[in-house]
């Protein structure tokens, strides 16, 4: 086969991940700037570097070139990404007792797709996944899991917000209707290692709502004000009688909302 221009590439797709790569017309994404995209309905953060040949430079070397511009993005771009109502990456990166910990975990994105040009130029697509790199954080404000853990019909919680302009977050709150806080994503210690607390979807009927199980609680939000979501009564009372059982302990909560 004839190579016609140098913009002919050979894409090399790389499974380096458990989540697929979505669009956002499939997944609830947003472009948190600087080269940086957050998809809340997988909870990684994508980012995209390239770098060119210099002479003779061997393809390596040019794609550990890329490398470092992804470094480097992450590195500038991943402190705006919003952790909780009032908490963004660049506040845990301000503490002692997480930064340490979070700024090692920056470095574990993986390549997610990688394009070599005939011209020598390569460009990376990478991800990294928001659950693995706030572990610490997760795990700092999660509970003992009990012996026993409360027994439910509902299998999780899925809540619709949308028409009220939530911001998502990693760890939203959830707030009762005089505005005291219900639930601001705490789970069972040995569920916070390995799961994140919620995810977001465009659609009740979106592939990741079925974290929340055959039978979820069914909620609608009443107002929202960034990642602070307010229940009317009913719908709060309904919430904090499964604060202690999976549903809830275990992060099987899913947020629809609408479209970034």
Partial sequence: ??????????????????????????????????????????????????????????????????????????????????????????????????????????????????VYTVSGKVDLRAQLSLQEFLKPYTLKRARPTPPHGEASSHTGVLIDARGLGAQPAYLPALLGPDGAPLWQGEMWDEDAVSAAPVVWVPDPSHPAAARAGDRPLLLTASSASGAEITLEAGAAAALRALLDAEAVARGRVVIVSDPL
């Fill in 1 to 114: 086969m004839r190579c016609k221009t140098a913009a002919v590439a050979i894409v090399w797709s790389l499974l380096a991940s458990t989540h697929a790569k979505a669009g956002p017309a499939d997944n609830l994404v947003e472009d948190v700037g600087r080269g940086l995209l957050v998809d809340w309905s997988t909870l990684m953060v994508e980012v995209e570097a390239g770098s060119y040949r210099a002479g003779a430079q061997a393809t390596k070397a040019v794609e550990q070139s890329a490398r470092l511009a992804i470094d480097d993005r992450l590195e500038a771009g991943l402190g705006v990404v919003r952790v909780a109502p009032d908490v963004l990456v660049s506040d845990l990166l301000d503490d002692e007792d997480l930064s340490g910990s979070l700024e090692a975990r920056r470095s574990r994105w993986r390549v997610s797709e990688a």
